[in-house]
């Protein structure tokens, strides 16, 4: 296991990723709240993810 860092990295402002950044969260909310998403990751859930939880 690793060991947790113990000094943080240095902060440094990049518009390049806030901007990429903001643009991912403004299609993920789409996505969240998108009926047809929600019915598609429900059916992955129960088809690949509670065989995970079975089989531990």
Request: hydrophobic share 30%; proline share 2%; glycine share 2%.
């Amino acid at each position: 296991m690793n060991e947790a860092r113990k000094q943080l990295l240095p902060w440094s402002e990049d518009n390049e990723k806030a901007e990429s950044a903001r643009i991912f969260y403004g299609v993920y909310l789409l996505a969240r709240n998108d009926e047809e998403y929600q019915h598609l990751k429900k059916q992955h859930v129960e088809k690949y993810e509670r065989k995970k939880v079975d089989n531990t």
